[in-house]
């Protein structure tokens, strides 16, 4: 198969490809890029694999990073681009079922190909739009199939989190799994424990905002991986709901929304669950508003109000809850409900507990008291925020 017309981020990178030949050494598109241009995704990047030396695509470009030499990878600085370039390598440096430590260089594209996770991304691609297909991957992408390269259970021995893309690209490109590769996760989920919960975050999340969501997580659940990831063990009852949401959750913040809801409504330990997960201190702080909104839905806790954020209207006109929740809950009307309030801040109202006091309500326990009062009875909408209107309140409940 030959490809004639191709997307700006092959023909920006085309004269990358073209140095490395020029300088006696064979290069290609090879991994995602390839799989996306075929299935006319959009491409985010483009990893090129040669058979030079990285201390010789060194030699060739001027501004470079060595991202991973060990491994056998350089960065490259092109045109305003950057670019992944990787010697020809096979997998038998693999211990430990993670990554490997070091690797071994080979001569042809064929044994580099041979070491790739599944069919769909053993594809290359020369400077000319030359697929090179050695498995059958062009097939199995027609037949949207997910098959590992050669023997499965090999393939995950050697780095158990493709385990987790497995059910990821499953989600993401709405594919099945080949049978022979859903039975080596089956064998080999125990796997997954030995890789680190970052690595399977970042999988977890593009299985859970992919198109295929629900069918991924039903195999996420069948095949044992959900097992071993230290957050969902003993969560399985909580987990069976996910394929059978009637939605697909799209943002990462729209996935961790959901599960606060699940682990909410089955009265779980979120802040527990969350840690596990070891997420970045930004995501942490999106989730602690996000289970501050939970909490001001279930609470009613007027001076909740204030923690009523954009970010969090938009989960909740984009989440179907009542699905969730098993109990209708209506998030237009909540969100109407909120802009609609008479006072949205505790500030918004006309007194505080200085002016209580300054009108002559003796300092204690029942200023807050009071202030609390008022509060509700402004946000239920039962009183004015009004000046009179609130004196006559405290007379009637001093
Ligand atoms: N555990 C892994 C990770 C990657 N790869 C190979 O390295 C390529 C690039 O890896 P990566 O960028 O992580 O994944 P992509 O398949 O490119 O997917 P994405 O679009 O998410 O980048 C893959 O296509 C695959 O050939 C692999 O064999 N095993
Ligand atoms: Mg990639």
């Not at 491994?71 to 020809?88: Q, R």
């Not at 209207?313 to 109407?336: C, E, F, H, R």
């Amino acid at each position: 198969m030959k490809i004639t017309s191709l997307p700006t981020v092959f023909t920006e990178a085309l004269p990358v490809l073209e140095k490395i030949n020029q300088a006696g050494y064979e290069a290609y598109f090879v991994g995602g890029s390839v799989r996306d241009l075929l299935l006319n995704r959009h491409i985010h990047d483009v990893d090129i694999a040669t058979s030079a030396y990285p201390m010789e695509i060194k030699h060739i470009f001027n501004r470079t990073i060595d991202t991973g030499i060990k491994h056998g990878t350089v960065t490259i600085l092109y045109n305003g681009n950057s670019y992944e370039i990787t010697t020809f390598r096979t997998e038998s440096g693999y211990q430990d079922y993670r990554r490997p430590d070091h690797v071994t260089f080979v001569q042809n594209l064929s044994e580099d190909l041979k070491r790739r996770d599944f069919t769909i991304n053993a594809l290359a691609m020369d400077a000319s739009g030359n697929i090179i297909d050695h498995f059958d991957g062009i097939g199995d992408l027609r037949r949207h199939v997910i098959k590992a390269v050669g023997v499965a259970e090999n393939r995950f021995h050697e780095d158990a989190l493709r385990m987790m893309r497995a059910v990821r690209f499953m989600s993401q490109l709405e594919f099945n799994l080949e049978e022979k590769t859903y039975q080596a996760i089956k064998d080999n989920h125990h796997l997954l424990s030995k890789i680190s919960i970052e690595r399977i975050r970042e999988e977890f999340v593009k299985m859970g905002i992919g198109k295929g969501s629900r069918r991924a997580f039903q195999v996420f659940l069948d095949t044992g991986l959900s097992q071993e990831v230290p957050c969902f063990q003993d969560k399985k009852d909580l987990l069976s709901i996910f394929p059978k949401l009637t939605f697909n959750p799209t943002t990462e913040e729209n996935l961790w929304a959901v599960m606060i809801v699940l682990l909410k409504v089955a009265n779980q330990d979120i802040a527990k669950f969350m840690s596990k997960w070891k997420n970045s201190n930004a995501m942490e702080r999106q989730v602690a508003r996000i289970v501050e909104f939970f909490d001001l839905i279930s609470s009613r806790s007027p001076t909740n109000y204030e923690l009523f954020r954009n970010d969090l209207k938009t989960i909740l006109l984009t989440i179907d809850l009542s699905n969730i929740l098993g109990q209708p809950v209506n998030g237009s009307a909540l969100v109407d409900r909120y802009e609609n309030l008479p006072i949205k801040k505790q500030k918004d109202l006309v007194v505080n507990g200085e002016t209580l006091l300054k009108s002559g309500i003796p300092a204690g326990p029942k200023v807050g008291y009071l202030l609390q009062k008022i509060t509700q009875a402004v946000v239920e909408g039962e009183l004015d925020n009004d000046l009179d209107a609130i004196n006559q309140f405290i007379l009637k409940h001093e």
